[in-house]
């Protein structure tokens, strides 16, 4: 039988975050995550999907006209079928990028994928599921990123990059802030960071880090799917 993985979406869009922000970009979202961060934007992806095949997949990839894609999800490496997808849009000439949590094993990625790995800081809810050990598997090509929701998760980052000297491992260390949200819709163990605060830290520290937000959000409805 055809392999098959399950696809929650699979649209092209700009790139709203990375180094890789303002390209055109298709995405492929996979179903399925086992964390639950406070501050998540994707749920939808938890559970809905359809199995296609990586032909299928290839195929709609194709059609975009764009030689740049992200695999997402969720969190695409819980399915094992991800790395033969991953290896196969290689094959074709794509540039591939996945965006993956700190929680799962990135050793098995295939090499001339650029893995941008998000650390689950302490206000995510999750920072105890981070596999520490993928720290030996960065590349100067990766980039790590981190959501902070407070100062607590900035000192907390800080310390990180210090202890495993991260800076030095990556080619860029994303940081971004979960957005304050209006009174009546606030997220649930998360209050949300002042980009200004942000952006006063980082240039008070001088840390040799990338400062972004969400690009996407800001040209669709934030709530916005296939975007």
Not at 60 to 81: A, I, M, R, S
Not at 109 to 119: A, S, W
Not at 145 to 169: G, I, P, Q, T
Request: aromatic letters at 6%.
């Amino acid at each position: 039988m055809p392999q098959t993985l399950m696809i929650n979406e699979i649209f092209h869009s700009i790139q709203g975050e990375s180094t890789w922000a303002g390209s055109r970009c298709t995405f492929v979202r996979l179903t399925g995550c086992h964390l639950r961060c406070h501050y998540c934007d994707t749920e939808y992806a938890f559970h809905e999907g359809e199995r296609i095949t990586l032909e299928e997949i290839i195929g709609q990839v194709k059609k975009n006209g764009c030689d740049l894609v992200e695999v997402t999800g969720g969190e695409p490496l819980l399915q094992p079928g991800v790395h033969p997808l991953m290896t196969r849009l290689c094959d074709e000439g794509f540039t591939v990028l996945i965006e993956t949590s700190g929680a799962c094993d990135i050793s098995k990625c295939d090499p001339r994928v650029i893995r941008i790995m998000d650390f689950k800081t302490p206000d995510s809810g999750e920072a105890d599921r981070n596999l520490w050990d993928n720290v030996a598997y960065l590349n100067k090509r990766d980039e790590l990123k981190f959501v902070l929701c407070s100062r607590n998760d900035y000192d907390w980052m800080k310390r990180v990059l210090n202890e495993h000297d991260l800076v030095a491992k990556v080619n860029a260390i994303l940081v971004g802030a979960v957005h304050e949200m209006p009174a009546g819709k606030e997220l649930p163990g998360c209050d949300g960071l002042s980009l200004r605060d942000l952006a006063e830290w980082l240039l008070e520290d001088r840390l040799p880090v990338r400062m972004q937000t969400q690009l996407h959000k800001l040209i669709w409805d934030p709530a916005a799917r296939g975007v």
